[in-house]
C-alpha cells in the first residue's frame, strides 16, 4: 500500500493563504484578523489587525511580551476597550 501523506500545521498555514497563529495560539486570517478567544469562557472575539497592533501597543511589562499581557483580559474587557477606542476616548 502506498504511505499516506499527511500535512503538518506549518504545511496546512502555508496552504491557506498567510493564516496560522499568533504567539500566544491565536488565530488570524489572511487578512490580519485575529480571533480573540477568552482562555476562561470560551468567548470569541474577532480583532482587525489595525485593532490588535494597537492593543499590542497598550500593554507593557517587566517580561515584554504585550501578547502575553493581553492574553490576561477578558474578551468583555478587550471589547469595551475596542469600543472606546473607536469612540475617541480612548487614545
Known amino acids: 500500500m502506498d504511505e499516506m501523506n499527511k500535512l ?3 504545511a496546512l498555514e502555508a496552504v ?5 497563529k499568533t504567539k500566544w495560539g491565536y488565530v488570524y ?14 468567548e470569541a472575539l474577532k480583532i482587525s489587525a489595525a485593532d490588535w497592533k494597537w ?11 504585550p501578547e ?8 468583555k474587557d478587550v471589547r469595551s476597550i475596542i469600543a472606546q477606542h473607536h469612540a475617541g476616548t480612548m487614545n
Open 16 to 20: 491557506s493563504g498567510g493564516a496560522g
Open 68 to 75: 502575553y499581557y493581553l492574553s490576561t483580559v477578558p474578551v
Open 29 to 42: 486570517d489572511d487578512q490580519g484578523t485575529v480571533t480573540f478567544t477568552d482562555k476562561n469562557t470560551g
Open 8 to 10: 503538518n500545521d506549518e
Open 55 to 65: 492593543l499590542l501597543g497598550k500593554y507593557d511589562g517587566p517580561i515584554k511580551d
